[in-house]
Structures are given as structure tokens and as C-alpha cells.
């Protein structure tokens, strides 16, 4: 997980998810719901709700499953009209203290980097002082999944249609280049 200020924390002792699975629901409240939508240049976030269900991961880990859902209400980048929309995102997320083992052999290729497996899971994400912060991973979530240029559905840009058919006339002028080539090879057949 990123380090840095996220505007929404929850935190929750690693500890206490010992042999046995725990679910927890988190909503943050209208004014920590504010604060998150600034973050995420949202306008509004309406019933902002996550269920995780918080496993043993290995020894010391914890792996967090479940859902995040919410309304937000986003401006259009085409008409400028605010619009909502609802998430619902699916969290398969694990964490584990950091390790103070090296990297072992095997984990090396012969030029001795670790090769990574872009179908696998994700490594886990690190504990800091066995503290999990919710917060973190459902800001995290939920700006990994904002389109950046949300648009309003059924809406699209309009641009000017005598600028599109100036340009297409333009290109249709011009000859092909493999036109001169194609003429350079019925001179060498001739």
C-alpha cells in the first residue's frame, strides 16, 4: 500500500486476526465522506459503505475481502453537468510485517533479479507497527477506480463536422507515397 495522507483513516490491530476469520463494516461518516470526495475531486459521495472480512494470512498476516460501495456524483468533462454514479469495488488485498529476511536464492534468476509474475497475485501490501488502516485501503481502492475523464453516460463531444471533412479532403489530395514507388517499379519491369 502507498504511504502518504490519505483523508480517511480506520485502523485496526493485525493482532487480533488470529485463527479465525472477522467481518467489519466500515461507513465513514458525512463529513469524513466530504473529505474524500475534495481528495478525489468528487462532488459528492452518498452512502459510502465497505464489508471486509479480515483473514489469517501465514503467520503473522492478515488478507482483507469483501466489497466497497458508494453513489458518487462526478462532473461531466463534456457537458459540465454534475451526474452520479454508483461503485461497487471487490477487495482482495493481503498485508504482512516487513520482512527482515533477505531475498533467498531461489527467488533469483541467473542474472540474480527477481522475476515477477504478472499473473499472479499481488506481494502483500506492508504492515506498519501490525497496524492495518482500512481507511487507507478503501481511499486507495476507490481512486484507483475514478476515471479520470468521467463522462456522463450517453453524452459525447460534438466537434465541428466541417473541420473533420476539411481535413479528410486534405488527406485524400495527397498522393501516396507508394505511389511514387510503385511507378519506380513499373520503370525497372519496362
Do not use: W
Not at 469524513?32 to 483473514?55: N, P
Not at 481507511?135 to 459525447?156: K, N
Request: with cysteine; proline share 7%.
Amino acid at each position: 500500500m502507498a504511504t502518504g495522507a490519505f483523508p480517511y483513516s480506520h485502523s485496526v490491530k493485525a493482532n487480533r486476526v488470529v485463527d479465525k476469520d472477522e467481518t467489519i463494516v466500515v461507513e465513514p461518516g458525512g463529513k469524513q465522506q466530504q473529505e474524500i470526495a475534495e481528495a478525489y475531486d468528487l462532488l459528492e459521495i452518498k452512502g459510502f459503505k465497505a464489508r471486509f472480512t479480515l483473514k489469517p494470512y501465514r503467520k503473522e498476516g492478515v488478507r482483507v475481502v469483501g466489497t466497497i460501495s458508494a453513489a458518487i456524483v462526478q462532473t461531466c468533462v463534456v457537458s459540465l453537468e454534475p451526474f452520479e454514479s454508483s461503485l461497487l469495488l471487490e477487495v482482495d488485498r493481503t498485508f504482512e510485517p516487513v520482512s527482515s529476511r533477505p531475498a533467498r536464492i531461489r527467488d533469483l534468476n541467473e542474472d540474480g533479479e527477481i522475476e515477477i509474475d504478472l499473473e499472479s497475485l499481488d506481494p502483500p501490501d506492508v504492515l506498519v507497527d501490525g497496524v492495518l488502516d482500512l481507511g487507507a485501503l478503501i481511499c486507495e481502492e476507490l481512486a484507483l477506480s475514478l476515471d479520470p475523464f468521467p463522462r456522463r453516460p450517453g453524452v459525447e463531444f460534438e466537434g465541428s463536422g466541417e473541420e473533420n471533412s476539411a481535413v479528410e479532403e486534405e488527406a485524400e489530395k495527397k498522393p501516396s507515397p507508394f505511389a511514387a514507388l510503385e511507378g519506380l517499379k513499373t520503370r525497372k519491369e519496362d
